[in-house]
């Protein structure tokens, strides 16, 4: 289906065509010239040949990076289905590069990306508009205007490409995993849903490259420009080195969910969220951080993570470590090289309290019960 043809389809969808009527507090020829501009600010292209090739100019960055890849048979499941809405967490403007790469090794042609439109400026603009293939999204907008022109073009978009978004809307600042946003998800319920399944994915970084800008900004309350978070990205990079799960849930498939309710909405959008949650790999870094107090002996350390891992263990969670002595050891270690923690001998102090605290938080949604609040 071409750009064109989307274009077409979407002003004949009735949710929208009722827009393009003559109305006396909206006059159809000024709804449609803001429904165009929408649409062409959605238009968006993959070149796969060349998606693939980023691997080489972006090999600085994805070598610091082991991505390890789980259950990736959910994925292909999908695929086999029909199309696919790849739902994520969100924790680090990595997650756009390792995620759809992720599915690249494993044979699986990389999806449309939403991403926020903030991220569409200069060269990496054109870069998603031309070569990733990501659809600019206005996250706080309430036009309604626009709000149906967007699940229009995803509704139609999935009848030929699978999409991949992100469920918090933007990063988690504090490490938590938010609350979810539906409209996309509504947008997947009035495509051809026989055809459409969600498949649900967590990312785990044992150490996000971007965390200590991200804490300062939640405790600032105050966002920086894209330009300037990206320049200290790159400083931060220095001597930088992780590693990121990738994890698939197995898909949901979406016929079974009425389009024009809101009881199922909300019931998809809470199983969606409960299986990113669970599939969400606890990573050594965030055992140690849940545990950590301002000063502590090695010995106190083992010893609740001792308790902390047995009750994860208990309760399903998708372990990266089984004993709490191995948490001890990679987690210490990999927070200490980052400047978190300092040793001392035997005891260990915190240095970086917000950093810290950030990566507790990452792992809070599988020792407390979830919020049951949608956006």
Do not use: W
């Amino acid at each position: 289906m071409s750009p064109d043809d989307i274009r077409r389809a979407v002003l004949e969808r009735e949710d929208v065509a009722k827009y393009l009527r003559d109305d006396p507090h909206a006059p159809a020829a000024d709804a449609r010239v803001r429904i165009e501009s929408y649409l062409e600010e959605l238009r968006t292209t993959q070149r796969y040949r060349f998606y693939r090739a980023l691997r080489h100019p972006l090999y600085p960055i994805l070598r610091k990076v082991e991505h390890i890849a789980e259950h990736v048979e959910h994925a292909r499941e999908g695929v086999r289905r029909g199309r696919v809405v790849y739902v994520s967490n969100h924790k680090s403007h990595l997650d756009y590069l390792i995620e759809p790469m992720v599915l690249i090794d494993a044979g699986i042609r990389p999806p449309l990306l939403a991403a926020g439109i903030n991220l569409f400026g200069g060269a990496l603009g054109l870069l998603h508009k031309h070569v990733t293939g990501a659809v600019p999204i206005r996250r706080n907008s309430k036009d309604p205007l626009y709000l149906v022109t967007l699940r229009a073009y995803i509704a139609e978009l999935l009848k030929e490409r699978d999409l991949l978004y992100y469920a918090e809307g933007g990063r988690s600042y504090t490490g938590e995993l938010k609350t979810p946003k539906t409209g996309l998800l509504q947008a997947a319920l009035q495509a051809d849903r026989e055809q459409v399944s969600i498949v649900p994915m967590a990312i785990a970084y044992d150490l996000v490259l971007e965390e200590r800008i991200i804490t300062r900004e939640a405790s600032r309350k105050r966002k920086r420009l894209f330009a300037q978070e990206v320049a200290e990205m790159v400083r931060h990079a220095v001597g930088y080195e992780t590693r990121a799960f990738v994890t698939f849930a197995p898909p949901v498939p979406l016929g079974q969910f009425d389009p024009d309710s809101r009881r199922d909405l909300v019931a998809l959008t809470h199983q969606v969220h409960d299986a990113i949650g669970r599939s969400h790999k606890v990573l050594p870094t965030a055992l140690v951080a849940s545990v950590m107090r301002p000063h502590m002996s090695r010995v106190e350390l083992q010893s609740r993570l001792e308790d902390l891992v047995g009750k994860l263990a208990e309760a399903g969670a998708n372990l990266s470590v089984r004993t709490a002595r191995q948490a001890a050891l990679e987690g210490v270690s990999a927070l200490v090289a980052r400047d978190v923690l300092v040793e001392e001998g035997q005891t260990l102090r915190v240095r970086d309290r917000l950093t810290l605290r950030y990566y507790a938080r990452s792992i809070e949604h599988l020792l407390t019960p979830p919020r049951r609040t949608t956006h």
